[in-house]
C-alpha cells in the first residue's frame, strides 16, 4: 500500500483507463471525457471533468477512501473492476452516481468484504 496525492491517483487511473480503452470507444473518445488529440497520457487540466470517465474516476477514488474494506482488495483488481467505466458493449451510461445513492447507506465503512457483498447482494434489486 502506498501514499499518494488525490491529484496523482486521478491522473494515474485516467492514464490507466486511456492506455486501456476498448476499440469500440476509440470514436467516442471525447465523449467519454478522453482527449482523442492526446497520445501521450498526458491529462489535460479539465479532462478529468468532462464525459464518463471523470465521474467515474470520482467515485471509484471516493470508494477507496470511505470504504475500508477497498484496502484488501488487489490493486490490480480495483483497477479493473471497480475504476472501469464499461465492461464490453453495454450501453455507456452515467450509473455510478445512482448506485451510489441508493447502495452506499446499506454499508458501514468497517464493514468486511463479505458482509458488503451479502448487503447488497440481498437489497441491490429492491
Not at 118 to 125: A, E, M, P, V, Y
Request: net charge negative.
Amino acid at each position: 500500500c502506498g501514499w499518494q496525492t488525490r491529484v496523482n491517483a486521478e491522473n494515474e487511473l485516467y492514464q490507466y483507463l486511456r492506455r486501456h480503452v476498448m476499440q469500440f470507444d476509440l470514436p467516442f473518445l471525447e465523449t467519454l471525457g478522453f482527449d482523442d488529440d492526446n497520445n501521450d497520457d498526458t491529462p489535460l487540466p479539465d479532462g478529468l471533468g468532462d464525459g464518463m470517465v471523470g465521474i467515474t474516476v470520482q467515485y471509484a477514488l471516493r470508494a477507496k477512501t470511505e470504504l475500508m474494506y477497498t484496502d484488501q482488495l488487489p490493486y490490480e483488481i480495483f483497477r479493473e473492476y471497480v475504476v472501469n467505466y464499461a465492461n464490453t458493449n453495454e450501453a455507456r451510461s452515467n450509473w455510478r452516481p445512482l448506485l451510489w445513492k441508493k447502495l452506499r447507506s446499506l454499508v458501514q465503512p468497517d464493514d468486511t468484504i463479505d458482509t458488503v457483498v451479502r448487503q447488497l447482494n440481498t437489497h441491490i434489486w429492491t
